[in-house]
């Protein structure tokens, strides 16, 4: 039998309540990046020097690469300082910038809009999902990190409201406003909610000393495991980018649809999906540790496992119905896959680099994002069919699920070593 859990591996309800407080922020946060997308058709009829497909991919993309280039430094900020205060931060400008894109009136406004995005943003994955690490140091962890998830998830779906807001009477500026000043609200309320609230001391033995960059980059880079992880978190993401930043372009043009009702269907479904996804896969990777320490590692490859066939169909649909049940069992699978990724870099790294090791992880994995976007808007141009980006990520998952299965965890309290 496995060793028990003891009750010190359990959390309390400042834990639960930790991860309660941060869901309308991982909300606001993919709400407010996914907009841009569903707007696609306003936004261009109204800043008319944009032009181009390949133009407008090359306008996220520059979300992308800031946020990339500036995720590890966010991490590290996080590990060094306060993690409440770096969320909280980030929250508060971030909101102001979404509320500031509503303001912009030529391309290159819009440009630097979505860097200082970037900017504000980058400090926010990476700081949340240590901070609940350091809450949830158990069997509950991956739970934790899955409901988390599941704002990102709503919010992702509801950034199909931007293609409704864009064609009402409001006009695409107006939902920039709107939930630009919500975000900017929650900034205060969460300052109120997290104050006073400290996770327990660390239970494994490892130190929690402030490192220097130097240090922090030999401590991460040293473990080859993080290397195998650092592939594992980018290549499935190829396909999350070219869902969410494209398929509503694809599925407005394949099925002629409104932008509105194609922004919902490249994101509503999968979203919805991938919220019971999240908690049915954190759940089983959780139990799945009772028996062996590799049990976030067979969650996630099983995620992924999931996400080929559903590409395979999504890229030959010859309905819109079809195309739906692919993003149903591409969300399934993204779920299984996004529930435990921080929790497996706990398994391989120590309590004061994971912020900056998720850092690391979004670097690489949003800079390949950021390329196929461009990449992407290219083929759009060219009429390059759908198939084609399809087969090419569900190439990339299938290398990733060799390459997860090769990590070797560290031992996690409570959990069987195997």
Known sequence: MSPPVTA??????????????????????????????????????????????????????????????????GGYVADRSNKRY?????????????????????????????????????????????????????????RAIGLHQTGIYAGQALGGLGGVIADSSHG???GFAWFGL???????????????RTPPAPLVNVTTRRIGVLTALAGLFSVGSFF????????????????????PTYLAEIFHLKQGLAGFSATLWVML?????????????????????????YASALGVALLIPA??????????????????????GWGFYDANNMPILCQIIPPNLRATGYGFLNLVSISAGAGITWWLGALRDAHTPIWVPCLGTAAAAAISIVL???????????????
Request: glycine fraction near 8%; proline fraction near 5%.
């Open 273 to 297: 999906a991938s919220l019971p996804g999240a908690l049915i896969g954190g759940a089983l990777a959780d139990r799945w540790m009772r028996s062996t320490s590799r049990g976030r590692i």
């Open 182 to 196: 919500a975000g900017i609200a929650y900034a205060v309320v969460l300052a109120f909610g997290l104050r006073g």
């Open 311 to 332: 590409l395979f169909g999504l890229g030959y649909a010859p309905t819109l119905g079809i195309a739906i049940a692919a993003l149903i069992l591409f969300g399934i």
């Open 228 to 247: 195998l992880l650092l592939l594992h978190f980018t290549l499935p993401s190829l396909s999350a980018w070219m869902i969410r930043n494209w398929l």
């Open 404 to 418: 997860v299965l090769l990590i070797r965890p560290q031992p996690t309290p409570g959990t069987r070593v195997s």
């Open 8 to 73: 010190s591996l359990r959390p309390s309800a400042s834990a639960w309540a930790v991860v309660a407080l941060l869901w309308p922020v991982a909300l606001l946060n993919y709400l407010d990046r996914q907009m841009v997308a569903t707007m696609k058709q306003s936004i261009m009829a109204d800043l008319t020097d944009i032009g181009s497909d390949q133009r407008f991919g090359l306008l996220m993309s520059v979300f992308m690469w800031v946020y990339a280039v500036l995720s590890p430094v």
């Open 86 to 142: 770096t969320v909280i931060a980030s929250l508060a400008v971030w909101s102001f910038v979404t509320w500031l894109t509503g303001q912009v009136h030529t391309f290159d406004q819009m440009v630097w809009a979505r860097a200082l995005m970037g900017v504000s943003e980058a400090f926010y994955m990476p700081a949340a999902l240590a901070l609940i690490a350091d809450f949830h140091q158990g069997p509950t962890r991956s």
């Open 172 to 174: 695409w500026r107006s």
